[in-house]
């Protein structure tokens, strides 16, 4: 049996199994924290990287935005093999590692601002799950940055082919935390309950919908109908926060905070654009203390990689 993560050390995740991590997860009853972070831009501490940043502040997931796995590399890494950059990281963080992947729709691509430009290694192929399976990604989740133009059909029908191919060993989750360039999935029309059993019965074990108070029309309300959807199908939730309000003032991120809370949902995630890259540190360490207090919060961020 598997320990709840609040009570997890590096050891115990480096020998996690995905279902493992999925039970871990549903035993934190709603106390889980996932930071996005970006590699490819300059880190905030300079020569740590940002993933090694967002764990020392609490967070007890990391999930990497705009990694390449067909040329893998993290600004502020230690030099290493490419074949080696997710283990290297893991173990310099001592934490679960997730990527995204994009199921971008044919011609929906839109020209954006340069940062999101897409790459071979983010497209959400089979050929790249694998890749992502070999480098010891922990889980995928399929969802969009930017004007990139992700649709949720398109990602239903990655998951199917996700399922079959790296389902055995990998965490699949799924889902939109903007309209992502499909301006007819925008607002309220982002994700419904039918979108969440089409993910689910596709092969997502964890859904990923808009924290209320993010995108227009997101209540808490309607949020927890999405979560409460998953739960009847026995799948756990992200509420995230992908609006650039992960760089919003610390009472902002507190009252996010508990709106997700209320929603029931089982992760909570703080994307990467403080500034650009990761979310502002003390609104990491403010989201941990406003889910699971100090005691939790101080825990997670002392204790050694070493154990």
Known sequence: ??????????????????????????????????????????????????????????ADIVLLNMFDVQKPAIRGLPETEPENVVRLLKKLTGRPVGINLEPVEEGEEEETDPLWKMSDGRRATVENALRAKELGVDFILLTGNPGMGVSNPAIVRTLRQFREAVGDSIVLAAGKMHAAGILSEAAENIMTEQDVADFVQAGAEIVLLPAPGTVPGITVEYARSLVSCAHRLSALTITAIGTSQEGADTDTIKRLALMCKMTGTDIHHLGDAGYAGMSLPENIMAYSVAIRGIRHTYHRMAASVER
């Open 1 to 58: 049996m598997s320990k709840r993560i609040l009570d997890c050390y590096a050891s115990d995740f480096a020998h996690f199994t995905k279902k493992d991590l999925l039970e871990s997860i549903r035993k934190s009853e709603g106390r889980v924290l996932a930071c996005e972070t970006i590699g490819t831009v300059q880190p905030m501490l300079g020569n740590v990287t940002n993933a090694e940043f967002v764990s020392a502040m609490g």
